[in-house]
């Protein structure tokens, strides 16, 4: 049985693992927001919060190592992969429920990643961006990484009073 996005999120928004998520989505420090994101800035009125989240890459990028503690740094790059599809595809999917790949929009968001990535030192954690992944098969990878990444505490909360039959139904 396949669950929906939001399930799947209820599901998973008090494991161990899925709290790398919360870490990159914090919004402190907006103000540190350069001219990387001026490019995408112009989507915004279309997809409302799209600056913000061209800040947090910025940021997130930036910072990986701090933001995502206790992980090499292949995963530190995967989680950040992950949140940033998901996360670009959530702002599509506001405006247009049927359309999640604006390529202009993912162009952007790689033509920012790649710059900031040239700029920092030791980055080896670049955007990826492939005409012939969609989001919505990112969302898919994600969920399905998520899954395996907290199978074991997944297993152990199977009994657990009112998710039992949540948690079964990924498993």
Not at 80 to 89: A, K, Q, T
Not at 97 to 123: H, R
């Amino acid at each position: 049985m396949e669950l929906n996005g939001t399930k799947n999120e209820e599901i998973l928004k008090g494991l161990p693992k899925y709290q790398i998520y919360d870490e990159l989505n914090e919004n402190q420090g907006r103000n540190n927001c350069y001219s990387h994101c001026s490019r995408v800035q112009k989507f915004n009125d279309t997809y409302e919060g799209i600056y913000d989240l061209c800040c947090l890459l910025e940021k997130n990028l930036k910072n990986l190592s701090a933001r995502i503690k206790n992980e090499n740094n292949t995963e530190r790059c995967r989680y950040f992969y992950f949140w940033l599809n998901d996360e670009i595809r959530k702002k599509l999917k506001t405006r247009h429920p049927n359309t999640t790949n604006d390529t202009s929009v993912l162009l952007a968001f790689y033509s920012v990643g790649s710059k900031i990535n040239y700029e920092l030192p030791n980055s080896n954690c670049t955007y990826i961006y492939d005409k012939n992944i969609t989001l919505d098969y990112w969302k898919k990878w994600k969920d399905l990484y998520d899954y395996i990444r907290n199978y074991s505490y997944i297993s152990n909360k199977i009994t657990s009073n009112n998710l039992c039959k949540l948690y079964e139904k990924i498993l």
